[in-house]
């Protein structure tokens, strides 16, 4: 069983960061770092960051500049560092791992709240 945690979110003022964290830890025997998504209240969840080809990253437009994804494959973990926070980037960020093509696996989320 693969379980996926995302730690690290919270209440920020505008223009603040904050570092997301996300472990996964199971009985498989590979499991890749996708990236990061995220889902605001009344909207679709959406890609934040993930990771393409090698080590080519990709990002949302909205997010381009302040936002970078890292991860440590060895330690099955992946970050978001945020900063310059908005109040359009109030959501809950998931995290998600893949096992192949056709299997992936989520984590339940963190709370992310920008407001002064």
């Known amino acids: 069983q693969v379980q996926v945690v995302e730690s690290g979110g919270g209440l920020v003022q505008p223009g603040g960061s904050l570092r997301l964290s996300c472990a996964a830890s199971?009985?498989?025997?590979?499991?890749?770092?996708v990236g990061w998504y995220r889902q605001a209240p009344g909207k679709e969840r959406e890609l934040v960051a993930r990771f393409s080809s090698g080590t080519t990253t990709t990002y949302a437009d909205s997010v381009k500049g302040r936002f970078t994804i890292s991860r440590d494959n060895a330690k099955k973990t992946m970050y978001l560092h945020m900063n310059n926070l908005k109040p359009e980037d109030t959501a809950v960020y998931y995290c998600?791992?893949?096992?192949?093509?056709?299997?992936?696996?989520w984590g339940h989320g963190t709370q992310v709240t920008v407001s002064s």
């Open positions: 199971g009985s498989v025997f590979t499991l890749n770092a």
């Open positions: 998600k791992f893949a096992e192949s093509l056709l299997t992936s696996y």
